[in-house]
């Protein structure tokens, strides 16, 4: 949306077209069929790479899919602006990830990332990667802000933490994701942080949003990882969880500086990010108090 707001073309490839904003151009298709990728890409001058499978569909989806949106790159001549995590770095080295860390996963999705980058940095084209750490947003589902966050907060219930809530931990605001996959659109290859305006604690974080939401500092339950694994018994995605909750249990902090000083870009105050979502969030939930 943010890219057509800036009178660009655009053109989303999906498996459907369901749910594709009016205004622009459904490309419903499976980007791993390569003859697929090619007519997705052709014509573009940027093509970006957003996909996130769940966890349980990474060995099948996400090298695969990786490799359709670089051959559309590749047989377009367009450059590759790509979204990534941070897991590739595993239990950063002083808590702290720079994008030139050393890559030492301590996960198989760790792993998975480090082959991504290679696939993507190997791959001959034009690339720009933006790193972001965990996001905290309005509507965001797959992450720790999602309904059920927001809903146990309004009932006055304890939210839920993987790890140790005391931890410095990077949580990057939405919107600033989307501002760095514009920039980077534009301008900038290799790899990058995204700007992100919270590098303290879980606790300090969602007291903040139990504050602007109304109910003031909130409750936090840690989730004991043997819950977790048993939860995996019968759920795929819980049984992938067990492996990256040692995100919550040493700092993971995330060094955004190389952006900002390239791009003179900061990230989204975060008294303001927060604010932008209390409002969401009382929109949406306050029925749930």
């Known amino acids: 949306q943010v890219l057509k707001e800036q009178g660009k073309r655009v053109r989303q490839v999906r498996r459907s077209a369901k749910g594709i904003a009016t205004g622009i151009e459904a490309c419903p298709g499976d980007i791993t069929e390569l003859t697929f990728a090619e007519r997705a890409g052709a014509g573009a001058s940027v093509i970006y790479d957003c996909m996130n499978p769940t966890y349980d569909k990474w060995d099948e989806q996400l090298l695969p899919i990786a490799r359709g949106s670089l051959h559309a790159a590749e047989t377009s001549g367009a450059k590759l602006v790509a979204l990534d995590c941070l897991y590739m770095y595993g239990r950063p080295l002083g808590g702290v990830m720079h994008e030139d860390s050393t890559r030492a996963p301590c996960s198989h999705k760790g792993e998975l990332r480090v082959e991504l980058e290679q696939l993507r940095m190997s791959g001959g ?19 720790a802000f999602s309904d059920r966050f927001f ?3 309004f009932a006055g219930k304890a939210v839920e933490c993987l790890g140790d809530a ?6 990057t605001y939405v919107e600033d994701v989307v501002t760095a996959l514009a920039t980077l659109g534009r301008e900038g290859e290799g790899i990058w942080h995204v ?19 109304g109910v003031g500092p909130l409750k936090v339950m840690r989730v004991p990882k043997l819950l977790v694994r048993g939860l995996g018994l019968f759920n795929g995605i819980m049984r992938e969880m067990v492996e990256m909750m040692y995100q919550w249990e040493v700092p993971y902090v995330l060094d955004d500086s190389k952006f900002r000083k390239a791009f003179g870009i900061e990230a989204t105050p975060i008294e303001r990010a927060v604010s932008e979502v209390a409002s969401w969030a009382r929109q949406q939930h ?4």
């Open 125 to 143: 084209v034009r690339v720009a990667i933006a790193r972001a750490s965990d996001f905290f947003g309005a509507g965001l589902q797959q992450s």
């Open 151 to 153: 809903e146990r907060a």
């Open 166 to 171: 005391d931890m410095p931990h990077s949580y």
């Open 195 to 213: 700007p992100t305006s919270w590098h303290g604690t879980t606790r300090e974080l969602y007291d903040l949003v139990g504050v602007a939401i």
């Open 286 to 289: 306050r029925q749930a108090a």
